[in-house]
């Protein structure tokens, strides 16, 4: 093997084991990305169901109200 190919092997082999460690470090931070997204969407989707429910007359039921108690 010549030195030149063996010069462009090399940088690749290097350029690979960047590229698997960069991924390495990346894989927490897109995790972590990923959970506060979720949280976003969960307390949107949560307020938007909510929305106009403060100002509802919902009936409160007692004890009282059920028609079979389970012990």
Known sequence: METQ?????IKEMIREVLREEKLTLYKPLLANRNNTENEEWNQFS???A????ENDHLPEYTEADL?????
């Open 5 to 9: 190919e063996l010069k462009a092997l």
């Open 67 to 71: 028609i079979e108690k389970w012990q």
């Open 50 to 53: 909510m929305r106009g429910l």
């Open 46 to 48: 949560l307020e938007q």
